[in-house]
Structures are given as structure tokens and as C-alpha cells.
């Protein structure tokens, strides 16, 4: 009953901003805003219509704003005939749309996924050493926990704990005047010890800043230490990359993927509006295209 009132006067505001005379453009104004803001009150109150709600809430953010802001202004050219702006305009809302669809950026995620998707880590014969690439981890100390990719250090964890893993390598530190300053490598074997793995199984080398580093620091090590079976924990957007820097390093490992972040799956409206997931996924996967392309 409250969103048919609400909803129902809004639809009487906006009918009364167009009665308005042109010449009380300021009073049409304020009667189409408040119209919307008091239909998108009503919609809020639909019971089952969580998809419309949600697709509102996505236009409410700050980029859901920007994008439907830059669409009207495109619309706005066009009426008015600037044909060079409107085309401008369509152009940096297409390209918005592009790089921030949850979809588009589940989609390139997925792509470089592809190749490891059907690994199960937990069925592998035991390694005499795994490494896990730096990162997942934040904080320090007693602060130490885990971050965006966490799953990396949690699977090394379980294949340890399942005897798949004779010792654990934690590699990498976050780059100075870039990131807060941190061990990685420190953080990780901390996380490590409270699940109960002994420090004697834990091999820190906290000296590489990035992939490349790590594994030209791991390859020295396997060489050093004759260690036959070995393999690689890292995200598996990540995993490629990983494997051809293994293979420039005459490193002979096993990929063991962890934090799949990939998906399909489509969600109509919302797969196209741009919101912070879809230009992180999208940025991830263009940032994994670079690193390949400059073997870094």
C-alpha cells in the first residue's frame, strides 16, 4: 500500500512538472527530482521486487550516478543536435560501461582462469615443497590477517594439514614508497604457526617485491635444496602468468590455483551497469595481460 501512494505520487509530480510553463523551468526542476526520488522511495517498498530495487541501488552509487549522468548528457547532445559531443559522450559512456560491467570483467577474469579451472589441489601426490606467491595476507604481529586474496595461504594450510606438503614457502614484501610496508613472508608464517604448523616446516623469503623476483628466488632454492617435486599457490587469474616465469627459470612446478574469482553468470540490467567489482575485475585481468606481456 505505501509503494503504490508513493510511487503513484511521484507519477503525479512529474505529470505536474510538464503542465509547468517554460518560463518556470526552476519549478519543473524541482518537481521532476522530487518525483524521482519519491518513486524510487515507492520501488523500495515493492514486495518481490528485489532486481528493480537492486538496479536502483546500483544507479545510487557514486559510478552508477557518473554513468546514467553521462548517458543523459549523451541523450541531451542528441536532441539538441551537437553531434560532436554527443558522439563523445557516447564513446566515455561506452567505454565506462565496458571496463566497470560485472559481467565483462567476470568474463576476462575467467579467460585467463580457463587453463587451471578443473586442477583439484586436494588430490595431488605429496610435494616436497610448495611456495605461495606474496599477498593475501595484511597487518603484522598480532594484527596479522588476511586480505583480498586470503584463499592463498588457507590452501597451502589444508594441503599441509592432508600431508600433500612437506614444507610450506612463503615469499614476498610489499614494495617500499608503493604499499604499507609489510613482510609478507613474515605475516603468512604467522597465520601458519596459529594453525598449527611448525615453524620448522616453514621456509620464509621475505627479499622479492614481485612475481618475477619470487620465482627466481624459489627456482634458486629448489635447485639448492634438490627438491624433485614441487609446486605453486597463487590466485588463479594469477596462475599463468606464474607458470611462464616458471618456465623462464627452467622451473619445473605444478600449478595449484586458489581464489577463483571468474563468472558467467549473467544478471540482465545489472551485468551492464559499472560498478567497483566489475572495474576491479577488469583491471586485475588487464594488469595480468600487461605482467605476461613484459615478462614481469
Known amino acids: 500500500m505505501i509503494s503504490i501512494l508513493l510511487i503513484g505520487f511521484s ?75 554527443a558522439l563523445m559522450s557516447a564513446l566515455i559512456w561506452i567505454s565506462i560501461t565496458l571496463a566497470g560491467s560485472p559481467f565483462i570483467g567476470g568474463w576476462l577474469i575467467m579467460s585467463l582462469e580457463a587453463p587451471f579451472a578443473k586442477i583439484d589441489v586436494y588430490s595431488e601426490a605429496p610435494f616436497d615443497a610448495i611456495l605461495v606467491l606474496g599477498g593475501g595476507v ?3 604481529g598480532n594484527y596479522a590477517q588476511l586480505s583480498e586474496s586470503g584463499d592463498r595461504p588457507i590452501v597451502a594450510a589444508r594441503m599441509y594439514k592432508r600431508g600433500l606438503a612437506r614444507l610450506l614457502v612463503t615469499s614476498g614484501s610489499s614494495i617500499p614508497g608503493i604499499n604499507a610496508q609489510i613482510d609478507v613472508a613474515a605475516t603468512t608464517s604467522i597465520i601458519w604457526h596459529d594453525l598449527g604448523i611448525p615453524d620448522s ?27 624433485t617435486r614441487i609446486g605453486v599457490i597463487t590466485s588463479a587469474f594469477h596462475m599463468r602468468r606464474a607458470m611462464k616465469l616458471a618456465e623462464t627459470n627452467h622451473l619445473s612446478v605444478t600449478p595449484l590455483p586458489s581464489d577463483f574469482k571468474g563468472t558467467r553468470h549473467y544478471e540482465g540490467v545489472l551485468s551492464w551497469i559499472p560498478d567497483a567489482n566489475g572495474f576491479m575485475k577488469t583491471q586485475k585481468a588487464c594488469w595480468e595481460y600487461l605482467g605476461a606481456a613484459v615478462g614481469r
Open 138 to 140: 595484511s597487518g603484522g
Open 11 to 85: 507519477i503525479g509530480l512529474f505529470l505536474h512538472a510538464f503542465n509547468v510553463r517554460l518560463s518556470d523551468r526552476k519549478r519543473a526542476y524541482k518537481s521532476s527530482a522530487a518525483a524521482f526520488f519519491v518513486g524510487v522511495s515507492g520501488v523500495f517498498f515493492l514486495p518481490g521486487g528485489y532486481v528493480i530495487q537492486k538496479i536502483i541501488g546500483r544507479l545510487l552509487m557514486p559510478m552508477g550516478m557518473l554513468w546514467a549522468a553521462i548517458f543523459l548528457a549523451a541523450i541531451w547532445c542528441v536532441v539538441h543536435k551537437n553531434r560532436r559531443m
Open 201 to 227: 616446516d616453514i621456509v620464509r623469503v621475505p627479499a622479492p617485491v614481485n612475481t618475477s623476483e619470487e620465482i627466481e628466488a624459489f627456482a634458486q632454492m629448489a635447485t639448492s635444496k634438490g627438491w
